[in-house]
């Protein structure tokens, strides 16, 4: 019997990388990218011959014995191999840069503290000497805690070239655009969205809307990955779709170039003559990402009373105690208010956690002033905290309608380790002096008589 095949109707997707141009998406995805044809081993990682007379080499960012889940790892295919970025070291300064542990003799890091945006200066600043260190915790030599940074950048790095084998660094941006070339590719930044450099990846930082200023989290600890949602189930939070890792690309210059590595939280240089992002193709899961803030969907109350902060958990970096985070990295964005009979803004506490704040734009709610964009606030571990007299006053008496709360994006740096401030942050940021008193004109409103509210 014969049988009539009917022609296909379907489709093929025009972009088989996907729908940003330029990236793939996914969190932790094992990729594929190459950016000649055939560039890229099918089949195998290690061809005794790699076409295009390239050199096969691997980037490990976990122990090779790390369990599978965890493991990762990225094979590249390049021009040269990576010693041939590396020759005689020279050490050098960048003083504003500082990694745990520093703890400076007569700066005092208990108490709680809120910094106004650090401002630009004429100086002319690359991504390295554009760098200021505000606080530093755990210790950078056995791979516990982090530090905070503010950068601010006007000029481009040429022909220079960085890489952290201490940590992986988040960036998040607040002003201004940058690029950031790296072996892996190629990813553009601005402000509300994020990017994740891994450690021992090599790039180049270049402004493309200056001058830029910004927050960066060292992670001196295990890799960033998404919080478990527990109970919320499969999606809200952060979804793995909307992270976007770059695909391949590479340059094949021939000219004098400076390589800065920082490692045990000191800055060596070596010279070499050549540019080192020479990575044609490349296949595996230890990569840079970049994500939008704006596609991060709020999760909360829906009827009275709210959920601890940490609902808010964007990525989290774990430490050796099962469910307090070496980092967290939370974020406070728009979102509508709808709790019946509920005080809304965050209630006053203190806790085991170390938490800095960065405003990237707009009003926090518990801080209607004070906090601006571009700011920064610190309250270390077991330090009280909470709305000043006139959020709390507004929102004790306010009419709880629905309400969107708009205009608003800030974030937390959260450790489990105290956060130790730097010469720089105690005496040379612009430090609100008087920050203390925000909570100085609240009121006791005690009322003992039996029966009265």
Known sequence: MNRQTNPTTMKSAATPMGTHEGYMPGFGN?????????ALPQGMNSPQKCNYGLYGEQLS????????????????????????????????????????????????????????????????????????????????????????????????????????????????????????????????????????????????????????????????????????????????????????????????????????????????????????????AWHGNYAPVKYDLRTYCPVGAILFDHPDPSIFTVLTAASGVEGTANIDFVLFRERWMVAEDTFRPPWYHKNVMSELMGNIYGQYDAKPKGFVPGGMSLHNMMLPHGPDKNAFEGASNADLKAEKLDNTMSFMFETRFPQHLTEFAAKQAPLQDDYIDCWSDIEKKFDGTPGKK
């Not at 094992?30 to 044809?37: C, G, Q, R, S, V």
Request: proline residues 8%.
């Open 30 to 38: 094992d990729f594929e990218t190459e950016a000649l044809p055939g």
């Open 61 to 280: 960012g976990t122990a090779f014995t790390a369990p599978s889940h965890q493991n990762e790892r990225t094979w590249c295919y390049r021009i040269r191999p990576s010693v041939k970025h590396s020759h005689r070291y020279e050490k050098i300064e960048l003083p504003y840069w500082k990694s745990a542990p520093h703890i400076p003799q007569d700066v005092t890091s208990l108490g709680q503290y809120r910094w106004d945006p650090l401002p630009h200066t004429p100086e002319k600043l690359t991504w390295l000497t554009g760098m200021r260190t505000m606080t530093t915790a755990g210790d950078v030599n056995t791979q516990v805690g982090m530090a905070s940074h503010i950068y601010l950048v006007t000029d481009s790095m040429v022909d220079s070239y960085f890489y952290s084998a201490d940590s992986e660094l988040l960036v998040v941006p607040q002003e201004g655009r940058l690029r950031f070339c790296t072996e892996l590719g190629v990813i553009d930044l601005e402000p509300k969205e994020i990017a994740i450099l891994p450690r021992g990846l090599l790039y180049r930082v270049e402004v493309l809307e200056g001058p830029a200023r910004g927050f960066v989290c060292e992670n001196y600890g295990q890799k960033f990955e998404l919080p478990g949602r527990g109970p919320i189930g499969a999606n809200c939070m952060a979804n793995r779709r909307d992270f976007k890792t770059p695909v391949a690309a590479f340059e094949d210059r021939e000219v004098p170039s400076t390589v800065t590595i920082k490692w045990c939280g000191q800055f060596h240089e070596t010279k070499i003559g050549h540019s080192p992002l020479d990575v044609v």
